[in-house]
């Protein structure tokens, strides 16, 4: 697929999560990040520590604790933490060839290691983020909703007087065969102030067991679910605008 000229996304995240359940898993991971980074650094030199040295690895399971780029505020980037890693990018660096190059490396890497990795039980998640700008001053957001994506939401049940809808914020889900499909469309701001609706697309996979080759292959297929939904979400003359 094409990249599209006026893309409304903002950014792209692939993760893979595992559990930290034992002392020794956060011994693991102190080498585990000095390891990655040992493989990364002659693309990825820049190193980020992303929490204060006093917070215990034991209180950010699942989060990041340090990143990696080419250079200050670059993308795409790497980010490890206990029991996560996690590979961004953002519309303009993004090109699915390239990044999917990059996160198949990193899961390359990570295979060769970490210890016992044929062994670990993994989370694969991708997701995708996109913003929709729309007017505040002359449209709601149901109306935005309802006029530009293939969803129609009704409202009318509260029968109050000056009632007037704020913002929105709802979550459909959807189990796709081995994985959950996550639709989430909530107002937002990106930071020129711009006000629309953001919309996040996350595809969970199994907790399973995976090859490297298997996990590359999860992610080709999560990567075209990923773009039928959103060309089917936005089919008309809201996509039409992004080309």
Do not use: C
């Not at 080498?31 to 040295?53: A, M, Q, T, V, W």
């Not at 890497?109 to 990795?117: A, E, H, P």
């Not at 957001?141 to 009632?163: H, K, R, Y």
């Amino acid at each position: 697929m094409s990249k599209l000229p006026n893309a409304p996304l903002l950014e792209v995240i692939f993760e893979i999560k595992w559990d930290i359940s034992k002392k020794s898993d956060i011994i693991d991971f102190q080498y585990l990040h000095g390891d990655l980074y040992s493989n990364l650094k002659e693309k990825f030199p820049h190193r980020e520590n992303l929490i204060p040295p006093e917070i215990p690895l034991d209180a950010v399971k699942g989060l990041p604790v340090f990143r990696y780029r080419e250079e200050r505020e670059s993308y795409p980037l790497v980010q490890i933490g206990p029991g996560v890693i996690t590979v961004n990018t953002i519309d303009s660096s993004y090109y699915w060839n390239k990044f999917s190059d990059e996160i198949n490396n990193t899961i390359n890497i990570f295979s060769n290691i970490y210890n016992n990795y044929d062994k670990l039980s993994l989370s694969p998640i991708l997701t995708y983020i996109d913003f929709f700008e729309y007017d505040k001053s002359k449209i709601t957001p149901i109306e935005f909703i309802n006029s530009n994506l293939q969803l129609n939401v009704n409202e009318n049940f509260l029968n109050i007087d000056n009632a007037n809808l704020s913002d929105v914020n709802f979550t459909f889900n959807y189990q796709i065969g081995n994985n959950i499909v996550s639709l989430n469309l909530r107002d937002g701001k990106i930071k020129d102030s711009k006000n629309g609706i953001i919309m996040q697309t996350k595809v969970i996979g199994k907790k399973d067991i995976y090859t490297v080759a298997n996990l590359a292959m999860w992610l080709e297929d999560t990567h075209k679910l990923n773009s039928n939904i959103f060309k089917s979400i936005t089919k008309g003359h809201l996509f039409e605008s992004f080309k």
